[in-house]
């Protein structure tokens, strides 16, 4: 089992960046892929990045990729969200999430979401 903590989140202008880290608890770190979800007010929670167990397999969401990067430490059991050019609708809460099975789906371990607001 793993315990997830996002930090990270904040209030920035369209345009800005951010920097999302999610700090894993335990030894086993690098056997977790790796995503990061999002959920909006009134829609339902989306994939934006994921990351295999040694980085070297990824997946974006459409509308963040060449905006968005997912990069994990596994010496320091942390994943990390850098988000570029952000644009208002890539306002919500954003998640952390950790699973064994597949790059882009069965996530079973989940932080407790950090807020990402972009302001136009």
């Known amino acids: 089992q793993v315990q997830l903590v996002e930090s990270g989140g904040g209030l920035v202008q369209a345009g800005g960046s951010l920097r999302l880290s999610c700090a894993a608890s335990?030894?086993?770190?690098?056997?977790?892929?790796m995503g990061w979800f999002r959920q909006a007010p009134g829609k339902e929670r989306e994939l934006v990045a994921a990351?295999?167990?040694?980085?070297?397999?990824?997946y974006y969401l459409d509308s963040v990729k060449g905006r968005f990067t997912i990069s994990r430490d596994n010496a320091k059991s942390t994943v990390y969200l850098q988000m570029n050019s952000l644009k208002p609708e890539d306002t919500a809460v954003y998640y952390c999430?950790?699973?064994?099975?597949?790059?882009?789906?069965?996530?079973?371990?989940w932080g407790q979401g950090t807020q990402v607001t972009v302001s136009s």
């Open positions: 999430a950790a699973g064994r099975k597949a790059l882009i789906s069965e996530y079973n371990y």
């Open positions: 335990g030894r086993t770190f690098s056997t977790y892929f």
């Open positions: 990351l295999s167990r040694y980085g070297g397999s990824t």
